[in-house]
């Protein structure tokens, strides 16, 4: 694709801006010689025609949810509703300025802690932070949350390990090694569930807690929760909750009855905010009794009718965010929960299990489902032995040709050539139905004309890119 | 119905069918019946759209901030967002899509991501840049942690000009992995007063204008400091007209860029930006997109070098980053695009006259003085016997500026900090001094 | 640089070569030296974005208005739109297209046209719908002059209940093509009087709900008028409830169907709709989009049965309308559909619940009654002694309703309509009674 | 294309409404039986993702300036600031009633009130009116002003004609018979201007008028402008201008000054709005000292620093608009008066005439140029003579498998396989050639595979759409 730099011409401009009154040399003038600028920097320099079309044509080689289905499994593509994006952007939100004293900015205030009481009853668990801005950051809070704890008891040094589960998100281990942990890896069983013999085997002194995916990134539920985390507690470590997975049991279950000392909650996935191509999301944590002195401060507190910021927490890990988190995303999930309210909240995992379970049952004739059991909001499928030479890829690149976003690849890491479908409870059932047959008969294609996946996608702005070649001849901004 | 859920009642018996269940609740047997049974609700009822918006509005309106002139700063800027980047960011295909896993269908992303890499290589000096973090604090504690992966060294020097949000959410990354912090004082000018450079030394942040609006002189630094990291945070509009880190031997330079086109967003989103050496490039936390072929060989571009990150090298990987600030990148890449570099520079020197406007007339006030005689850029501190009063008398003629306990982490006392940005008028600098000067 | 021209002084002098003239100038050298020289500036200097931007919200912020609680209606209704509407608005394609004269590349445009038609005859129970008039003013005036050319007739009767705005803008029109109106008295109900039909007339206009609010009994009206023309003008949302003028007998239904989606905007632009029965389609005026094929047998839109409009037709024309009111119709087919049969009855019901409770409410009052004994919908008018003292206590109470002027052309000097949508609160149902009870 | 009908299913709904409180009868039992609605509308059942789905995706099937060239003459397709169109919803505006008592809407009025300014100055013409909503609906105005004026004359029965040249749009003449006019055609010469010979025959005592466009719709500047405003007036008759195309000659010229009594302007043509895919647009009247006490009413008068409505015209002709005109379009144009001031005025009709001429000195030896000269803002080509059976409707779809969108074809009437070319100022130089560039390729095509003209266009979502069988088999709703 061109690039906005390939648009334009020197001169050309997108906006009339004031202009300087005085000439520029007397104000430069103030600043010390050194420390002026010697060269502008390239900037592109277009039209405000130009400009507009440039990034509207990119905007068309997108695909996103609101184009058409995105069974990206772990992401929760759900339908992101317009009424958010708009309450958003209301100024009174959008242009607050966060070092306003408390007084002048109580209505966000309010939102903020009126959001955080939610999240509290939603996951049973009787502290929260608001600050992490992601669903990492709220794990490498978590991680630093146990760092803290075992601190206090003395016990820094000797628990250094967190056991996780081999079916673990990417983001679980590298987070618990930022906070220094070791991370002790636990086989899945037969069933996909975390091996209670293994845990057992690895549990010990040593172990400052386990990271769990509820249910796990198999789409399954871990039958013995309770069990694993008793066993856990039992030997002193504490359990992590990643929530990516709350769509799953959203208003049916919930962390804290489940055993969770910390849990995060992506609001980009289950609660419904856009995910921007990459971000923002937002990655709040409730935290259970034992860890509440340790949240990172300021607090959002309520006085009566008033709201302020408490920091009377002498052990807090600190601040993790230079301010109260990502407000402007935590705006639309707070409107969300309060749309949905309870029963809307159930029919969301009714829903989301639902449609997964229709596709499982749909495609388990056609493709390996290595773990044939109930599925919650997701399932996995392997791309193993489809025909000659076909693997996940092919048939991820071949589904665009179809329409269709591609599920999630080769992850979990344990299921070969995994495919992860992921449907949420917002797409009607003509869609799944419609992305059911895409698969049926890329299956049968697979058999009968392999290379018809080999070199897809075709119906895509470019075919199939080479990733390799972008190592080998790293080109990651343009030269002049 | 669920205006957000299609299934009706038709559909779920048909799915149920297929799957071979009786009931929905049938779904859920797998959770242990102890957790079910436990399960409170929240205790809310669905609402109608009209209701909800009415609260939501009613709530955000209860800010009487959002009516005050707005002479605030550190750390965030009202800058002018011209209309064309909301635009572009309110193209659903844009914000309704995941991170540009799949590349074919991710073309438009992708693209930008490479623009804006771009951009800010050329803002900061840098030769690579990722992405987006979260913010410029995560940035700038990711910077920290990679000059330790780089350097082995352990000790932080670190300003007492930082901007304390930013001080604290490193010291709390920094405290994760074992870092110590080690404070670097300032000298009258409010600018950085570096001695000698202790032996073991990771890195030294240098903040550049710092949090007291100063600008810092950053020659020689690098020299000094030898294998440690120069991480320099900086402030992207002044990058306009300042000589970038990167010219001046830097190894990172990363900061806050809500200033490029986006809003206050009372604090978040915001938007980090990292960029650093192409030696450090694999080294470099975050997303990358690079430019490649497709088979027939046309140009694309592809998420690259994802050997370093979470989802493949696992604990090994250079950050936990998944989900970063790619729509404010977004912003920021337009924003970019629309000023180019005559535009963004007009704005940094409106801001530049703005504030060395209203500081010369404060200065002139009696009972006032500014705080530091080193150069500043678009803030600067403001001294005065009681800044509390200041600041309410401030308030009462409708202007808001930052409180001043947000400056006594930096050790100042007497001051107020006083921003300045291309959109505050003349009228508004006019009540400003006089609210000050007691008229 | 202008931002909107991108032509650089090297554009210029390369594009003025190739046509081989020296100067812009040259470029005008056509036009009379005379004209050229009268020519004088309007005296403005170009301006940057901030400053028009603060000038003109300056302005707009001067409306008192928009901080009343509105019980205004006559005409224009308050009602909720789902952002989801002008999320599909702000779609850049459909926004900044031109009229569909090209059907390949506009098949979005045509779709929705379609869509559109067929959601206004479901609503008006008509057999055709064209895809837009400017507003519900000119559909009427469009229908009383497809009722000449149809039925040869003169005479338009036009009700003493008719909204004054439509009679003013239908008199225009009339006396254009000299068409002579007729009033026709309503009742103390507040309902039609219609006596003897005289001979020659060319139709009966009806407004369902009529300008004081009340829902018109249309049942045998069309038997009475023969040949001449029924001409409905029909307001959309109570649509939802009342039988559609098409099963009455209706010759054409048109109305203002701004309340579905569109905002107030200061009363412009609106959306006029026009659907008549099939004999009529062409003498109908205005757009039309079809269905048909395209070489592949593939279903495609086109604009349809453009014989009869201006640009082939010429003097001959159904009508002069070109540009219509697209984008607003565009609202209407997505507020329709977002609605749904189900939705689009609630906000009638929740609307007409509204005026109700409040009519029932003012009713006990003392000094207060309302004016007719007809059935009404979502409007009213209440009677008093003193129409202006009224109207001052609920605007001293932060209620808007129309000023009592609007009524009197249609005899009524002591009376305040009100009209009341689903927005309307409990809370503000409230403040009206105690404001009219001077409490 | 599939509709919303074929989306969607009985109950569904895209739309959380509160409830009604009470039972649905209570309500219903207080109107009529005979008046209560036997049938619902059959609307649309969908969801919202369904509904945002649909309509994204119809969006994307639509070519608009914001996705490329649309060099469609007469329409001005120039570049719509985003700023405009944020302003424009500025609920300020937005949601602001117009029967508001005038103290209650001093803002709306104040725009209004310098909006009517601005355009007096810009047109040099003493008087206006805001009301009409669209350039077809400001000639109806401007007829009905003639017809009020020759009533108050005396000369109402008299004066039945207007004269038109055969170059005009087909509004202008729709518009006059709606009024009762009787149109008299006026021929062009070979210069592409109106024959001062044939416009003396014509004119007499049963002149009403005339109606002009200038440039006329060949591009063409009425070199005569002056002699036939004289002629016209000499012989009793007013002289009606469609501004249509006053891009050509902004911020340099004024109707006011060659002799114009009424003049529109199509706010959605030269002053930026942006044409919402067929409406709404703006077309204000600009009127000569004569036709004042005619302009309709109310007026937006200003009394020192406050704004009023003023209804003592007792001549005028009425309302034509229900309330004060399209008032979200006006703002929108005079932001962008505001905006360009004279120098960006000034710069609009050189960009826009610099573009025209440009186009038509590469594309003149590849086309015929009928009437070869100076052009102002536009140009018309024929597509006659190309290739075997290559009509110009043929190069149009072409012009789509090339990405661009087709100038206006047919129109004006007076050339042959008309192609009228109007690629405004807001466009680079690099589109110009790239269009250039595509034309010429086409008209080699036309002469060595005209079936690939003849079968175009290719790359359309649809192919070429049968309009024969739209009218053979009229399916103008979807039938149930
Ligand atoms: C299971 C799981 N855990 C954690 C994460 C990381 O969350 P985030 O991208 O919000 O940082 C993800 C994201 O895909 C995930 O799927
Ligand atoms: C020359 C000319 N006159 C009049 C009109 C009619 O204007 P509107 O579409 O605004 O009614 C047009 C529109 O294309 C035109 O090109």
Redesign the pocket.
């Known amino acids: 694709m061109s690039t906005i730099y390939d648009r334009g011409a020197p001169g050309r401009r997108a906006l009339a801006l004031p202009s300087l009154g005085q000439p520029e040399e007397r104000l430069l003038g103030l600043i010390p010689a050194g420390m002026r600028r010697k060269r502008p920097p390239r900037l592109p320099e277009v039209s405000q025609p130009e400009l507009v079309r440039h990034y509207t044509a990119l905007s068309r080689m997108n695909y996103g949810v609101d184009t058409g289905f995105y069974p990206l499994g ?2 929760t593509m759900k339908h992101n509703p317009k009424l958010h994006e708009d309450l958003a952007r209301n100024p009174a939100l959008a242009d607050l300025h966060p070092l306003l004293p408390p007084e002048d900015c109580q209505g966000a205030l309010a939102l903020l802690w009126e959001f955080g009481e939610r999240l509290k009853a939603i996951t049973g668990m009787p502290g929260v932070t608001l600050q992490p801005a ?4 709220g794990e490498l809070t978590g991680m630093l949350l146990l760092k803290k704890w075992f601190e206090d008891q003395g016990e820094e040094r000797k628990r250094t390990k967190i056991l996780l589960p081999d079916s673990a ?1 990417g ?2 281990p590298a987070s618990a090694a930022m906070v220094g942990f070791t991370v002790v890896s636990l086989p899945s069983d037969r069933r996909g569930m975390v091996d209670l013999g293994a845990l057992n085997l690895a549990l010990g002194p040593d172990v400052a807690g386990i990271m769990l ?1 509820v249910p796990n ?1 198999l789409g399954i539920f871990e039958e013995d929760i309770l069990e694993i985390t008793r066993l856990v507690h039992e030997a002193g470590g504490l359990c992590y909750f ?1 929530g ?2 709350l769509n799953a049991y959203l208003g049916r279950a919930r962390p804290g009855d489940m055993g969770a000392d910390v849990f995060h909650i ?1 609001l ?1 996935k289950t609660f419904s905010t856009p995910h921007g191509g990459g971000g923002p ?1 937002a ?1 709040p944590v409730t935290v259970s009794e034992a860890l509440l002195p340790y949240l990172p401060v300021p607090d959002v507190v309520r006085d009566g009718v008033e709201f302020r910021l408490a920091w009377d927490r002498p052990n807090s890990i600190g601040r993790v965010h230079p301010y109260l988190g990502n407000t402007l995303v935590m705006v639309k999930s707070l409107v969300y929960i309060l749309t949905l309210g309870d029963e809307g909240m159930r029919e969301v995992s009714a829903g989301a299990v639902l449609a997964a379970n229709y596709l499982r049952a749909k495609l388990k004739g056609a493709y390996v489902l290595p773990y044939d059991r109930l599925a919650k909001h997701e399932f996995v499928l392997s791309g193993e032995g489809l025909g000659e030479g076909v693997r996940t890829l092919d048939v991820a690149k071949r589904l665009m040709d179809y329409g269709f976003h591609p599920p999630t690849v080769y992850f979990p890491l344990i299921v070969k050539e995994a495919l992860m479908i992921e449907p949420t409870e917002t797409e009607p059932r003509e869609t799944l139905d419609a992305f059911a047959d895409a698969m049926l008969a890329i299956a049968q294609e697979a058999k009968e004309k392999p290379e018809l996946l080999h070199q897809a996608p075709h119906a895509t702005p470019v075919r199939r890119l080479d990733e390799a070649r972008a190592v080998r001849e790293p080109k990651l901004r343009r030269e002049f | 119905m669920n205006p957000y859920i299609p299934h009706t009642g038709e559909d779920i018996e048909a799915m149920l069918e297929a799957i071979g269940l009786q009931d929905v609740e049938a779904l859920f047997a797998d959770i242990p019946r102890p957790v079910r049974e436990r399960h409170r609700p929240v205790g809310l009822p669905p609402q109608d759209e009209l209701g909800v918006q009415r609260h939501l509005v009613g709530l955000a309106e209860r800010s009487t901030g959002r009516k005050l002139v707005p002479f605030l700063g550190g750390g965030l800027y009202d800058h002018y967002i011209p209309p064309v980047v909301g635009h572009i960011l309110s193209r659903a295909e844009f914000y309704t899509a995941y991170t540009p896993y799949q590349a074919e269908v991710s073309q438009g992303t992708l693209t930008w991501m490479f623009e804006y890499q771009t951009m800010i290589c050329e803002l900061t000096g840098m030769e690579v840049a990722n992405a987006s973090m979260y913010d410029g604090a995560a940035a700038l504690a990711e910077a920290v942690l990679m000059a330790h992966r780089a350097t082995g060294g352990t000790t932080i020097l670190v300003p007492r000009s930082l901007n304390p949000r930013l001080r604290e959410v490193v010291a709390t990354y920094a405290w994760g992995a074992g870092l110590p912090l080690r404070d670097v004082p300032y000298d009258a000018n409010g600018q950085l007063a570096l001695d000698s450079i202790p032996d073991g030394i990771c890195a030294l942040i240098v903040q550049q204008p710092n949090a007291l609006g100063t600008v810092e002189d950053l020659t020689g630094v690098k020299e000094r400091l030898g294998k440690a990291f120069l991480i320099a945070y900086a402030s992207p509009i002044p990058l306009a007209v300042l000589e970038p880190p990167g010219s001046l031997g830097a190894d990172a330079v990363v900061g806050e860029g809500q200033a490029l086109g986006n809003p206050l967003s009372f604090g978040g989103p915001l938007l980090g930006f990292f960029a650093t050496r192409k030696d450090h490039l694999r080294r470099m936390p975050g997303r990358v997109s690079g430019q490649t072929q497709d088979v027939n060989g046309k140009v694309g571009y592809v998420m690259t070098f994802q050997t370093r990150e979470q989802h493949i090298r696992r604990e090994g990987a250079t950050s936990n980053i ?2 970063n600030s790619a729509l404010c990148a977004l912003a920021a890449t337009v924003y970019l695009a629309a000023l180019g570099p005559d535009g963004l520079r007009r704005v940094a020197l409106l801001s530049f006259e703005r504030a060395h406007a209203l500081a010369e007339r404060i200065a002139r006030l009696p009972g006032y003085d500014l705080a530091f005689g080193g150069p500043f850029f678009h803030e600067f501190v403001v001294r005065c016997a009681d800044p509390a009063r200041a600041v309410d008398r401030l308030r009462r003629a409708g202007i808001a500026v930052v409180p001043p306990a947000f400056l006594h982490p930096l050790g100042v006392r007497d001051g107020v900090l006083v921003a300045a940005t291309e959109k505050r008028t003349e009228e508004e600098l006019d009540r400003f001094v006089a609210a000050l000067g007691g008229r």
């Open positions: 772990s992401c992601a669903g990492a950051h998100h983001t679980n995916t990134t990643d990516a997975n992506n980009h999301g990655g | 998944c989900t």
